[in-house]
């Protein structure tokens, strides 16, 4: 089990420009969830699917994050435009119904 | 979800019973109480969880009071890699986990 697989590990980038994060959950799981970390606000949700449907987007900033899920293998979630505010790390996470989160290791996104 | 109250951190000399307590007074019935640590940028790794019976696996126990107000996370033999943030998170059938800021735990030599 390759566990959750994120990409890139690394991004910077200009403000302004359109940010891309990559996931791959664990093959089985039907939940999948997209993490925000900074040192101020700690680890923040920002939205959850499940089978592939978004089921809660409550916690996404604003209108310029988006998230898709096109198919069981795959996420994105993306950032159009970006702001040096949204430098973080980003967090995927995946699950199956009523059983522990699996994080993969993130995304560190510098704004600049 | 039930919010919980935990420590902001706490030391532990290498080898001996680290206990990690959560109060979560407004738990409900159907919430379970799950733990998770996260070790330095690493991302978030699960321990333990349970609903009301105390639970052990090979990594930590957790004792959760009778009146499932409170519970104490243990790792028995603790190690300088135990040293991370230790998170407790109260949740129900949704699934989905709210961070506080959770416990650091320095383990000492």
């Known amino acids: 089990d390759a566990g959750v697989i994120q990409s890139p590990r690394h991004e910077v980038t200009e403000m302004g420009q359109e940010v891309t994060l990559r996931c791959k959950p664990i093959?089985?799981?039907?939940?999948l969830f997209w993490y925000r970390q900074t040192m101020m606000r700690g680890l923040e949700l920002l939205i959850y699917f499940n089978n592939n449907v978004p089921i809660d987007d409550s916690g996404m900033p604003e209108d310029r994050f988006s998230a898709k899920m096109p198919n069981a293998s795959f996420s994105t979630l993306k950032i159009q435009p970006s702001e040096p505010r949204d430098s973080a790390v980003y967090f995927c996470?995946?699950?199956?119904?009523?059983?522990?989160?699996?994080f993969g290791n993130g995304t560190r996104l510098t704004v600049t | 979800d039930a919010k919980t109250t935990q420590p902001t951190s706490m030391d532990c000399a290498e080898g001996r019973a680290a206990n990690l307590p959560c109060n979560h007074s407004t738990i409900s019935g159907n919430e379970y109480v799950y733990w998770y640590r996260q070790i330095h940028s690493q991302g978030p790794q699960y321990i333990i969880h349970g609903l009301k019976n105390n639970e052990t696996n090979e990594m930590a126990s957790l004792i959760i009071t009778e009146d499932r107000k409170s519970s104490t996370l243990i790792l028995p033999h603790a190690t300088l890699r135990d040293t991370a943030v230790y998170y407790c998170?109260?949740?129900?059938?949704?699934?989905?986990?709210?961070f506080g800021q959770g416990t650091t735990l320095q383990v000492k030599p």
């Open positions: 998170i109260v949740t129900g059938n949704t699934g989905k986990l709210i």
């Open positions: 996470a995946s699950s199956r119904h009523n059983s522990p989160l699996h």
């Open positions: 093959s089985g799981h039907d939940y």
